[in-house]
């Protein structure tokens, strides 16, 4: 095991994963790496488990001394990475000596970086998972954001070998002119109108978004009007409380889009127009308040190969020969 002191801990530094599965039942939401993409590929630049621990750094950076030797590689958001004062590109494999400081300032572009070590960042195993849920107070480290004098450590690293990746698959998720989704779960709620309006018009990220949710400003869906019932309340998007998914795209009050983000509820009260894909959740994340996008409707099969693709090019990522 290696291990860091934290310096600075830069706006909200987390442990994360790839989540919580099987949870929803007890109110515990998925959480974990808010991008999975960016998450997974740096795991791969070290040859780690995709499910192994990074730290997750949102819109200012984290400073940290390595205390031993250590190998690392950092993805996602581009915040200006440097060791020991000198720039430091993403996607390759660097060996730190002890002694050795890593910075990383204010995201230029995207919102969150990703630092893995060779092995995966050690922290509680919560329910599977090591991914820190903050309003929970679970896993990570002590269930909370890190903070200065902070010491973490890693945990067995493998043996495979680590490479240098190419900057243009880092690039790929904070492309976001466009995100992708599905209809459903309550399309009956909006018209073909709102649908092709939807799909046409651009979209604000909101700054009051955050890992729960993404909300945004923009055009308002078109909704059908259903018959009331004391249970589904009186607005004209309200429904019986149903479960959600990450991605989900809640119409709020009949007016407000909202992303469901990785640390979503675990159930809500509004009709849903889609479902944003998985591989397009990563993208949406990678969005600061004020970033601009439009929707584009997918098939369900186009979503599966679309997951599909952005899988095999992740597996060929890791499987690449060392150079």
């Known amino acids: 095991m290696v291990a860091f002191k934290v310096l600075s801990p830069g706006l909200s530094t987390t442990i994360q994963d790839l989540g919580r599965e099987r949870c929803l039942d007890l109110g515990i939401p998925v959480g974990g790496s808010a991008d ?7 795991n791969a630049v070290l040859a780690n488990e995709p499910s192994a621990a990074t730290l997750e750094m949102m819109l200012i950076g984290a400073r940290l001394e390595a205390l031993e030797e250590a190998d690392i590689a950092v993805a996602g958001a581009d915040m200006h990475f440097q ?6 590109a993403m996607g390759h494999a660097f060996q730190l000596k002890t002694g050795d ?14 630092l893995a070590v060779r092995g995966g960042f050690a922290g509680a195993q919560v329910l599977g998972s090591r991914s820190t849920y903050v309003a929970g ?8 954001a890190l903070q200065r004098g902070d010491r973490l450590e890693s945990l067995a690293a493998s043996n495979l070998d680590s490479w240098r990746a190419g900057d243009e698959l880092l690039v790929w998720p904070l492309q976001h ?75 709020a009050g ?18 849903k127009i889609g479902c944003i894909i998985t591989p397009d959740v990563s993208r949406m994340s990678q969005m600061q308040p004020g970033d601009t996008f439009q929707f584009e409707e997918v098939s369900v099969d186009e979503a599966y190969d679309i997951s599909a693709q952005v899988t095999a090019v992740i597996k060929a990522f890791g499987q690449a020969p060392a150079r």
């Open 36 to 42: 999975v993409f960016s998450h997974r590929i740096a």
């Open 83 to 88: 060791i020991n004062g000198a720039d430091a």
């Open 101 to 114: 400081v890593m910075s990383f300032g204010k995201a230029r572009r995207g919102c969150f970086g990703y």
């Open 137 to 144: 107070r679970l896993g990570g480290h002590f269930g909370r």
């Open 177 to 251: 002119e466009r995100l992708r989704f599905v209809r459903g779960p309550q399309p009956e709620y909006f018209s073909e109108a709102a649908y092709r309006a939807f799909v046409s018009e651009p979209y604000t990220v909101s700054p009051r978004s955050n890992r729960m949710a993404y909300r945004l400003t923009g055009p308002v869906p078109e909704v059908v009007p259903m018959p009331r019932t004391v249970d589904t309340g009186s607005g004209s998007t309200d429904i019986i409380e149903d479960g959600n998914a990450v991605g989900a795209i809640q119409i």
């Open 254 to 271: 009949g007016v407000e889009p909202i992303c469901m983000g990785r640390d979503c509820p675990t159930s809500g009260a509004y009709a």
